[in-house]
C-alpha cells in the first residue's frame, strides 16, 4: 500500500529558507502526479505546486512563484518543495499528496483530485 511520509517542516524566520521531503513506500511515485497542499490554522487547505508524472510540467499557486520549487528525485522515491523569502502567513501543516488519475501531463491544485495523503509536517514561519 503506498505510504507517503513528509519531512523537513520547522521553525524559520521571515525570509528563511525550508526544504520539505515527500518520501514514498509501497509504490513508484512515477506512476502518479504530486502535489504540495498547505493549511494554516483557521484556513482551508491550499494547494501550492505540483508536478506531472512527466514531463516535468508544474503549476504553483500565485502566491508562491518565483520562491518555491517543486522536484523529484525518482532514484530516491522522493519529491521535494524548496521554499524560499518565507512569510508568517505560510504557517501551517504541509501535506504532500499523489494521484494516478492525472494524463501523464498533467496535475492539479484541488486536493480532491488527490487519492494518497501523507501525514502532514509543520512549517513556522517567525522571528
Known amino acids: 500500500q503506498l505510504q507517503l511520509v513528509e519531512s523537513g517542516g520547522g521553525l524559520v524566520q521571515p525570509g528563511g529558507s525550508l526544504r520539505l521531503s515527500c518520501a514514498a513506500s509501497?509504490?513508484?511515485?512515477?506512476?502518479?502526479?504530486i502535489g504540495w497542499f498547505r493549511r494554516a490554522q483557521g484556513k482551508e487547505r491550499e494547494g501550492v505546486s505540483c508536478?506531472?508524472?512527466?514531463?516535468?510540467?508544474?503549476i504553483y499557486a500565485d502566491s508562491v512563484k518565483g520562491r518555491f520549487t517543486i522536484s523529484r528525485d525518482n532514484a530516491k522515491n522522493t519529491v521535494y518543495l524548496q521554499m524560499n523569502s518565507l512569510k508568517p502567513e505560510e504557517t501551517g501543516v504541509y501535506y504532500c499528496?499523489?494521484?494516478?488519475?492525472?494524463?501523464?501531463?498533467?496535475?492539479?491544485?484541488?486536493?480532491?483530485?488527490?487519492?494518497?495523503w501523507g501525514q502532514g509536517t509543520q512549517v513556522t514561519v517567525s522571528s
Open positions: 499528496a499523489v494521484s494516478p488519475d492525472f494524463v501523464q501531463h498533467m496535475c492539479g491544485l484541488e486536493f480532491g483530485e488527490y487519492n494518497y
Open positions: 509501497g509504490a513508484t511515485l512515477n506512476d502518479y502526479a
Open positions: 508536478t506531472s508524472r512527466t514531463d516535468g510540467y508544474e
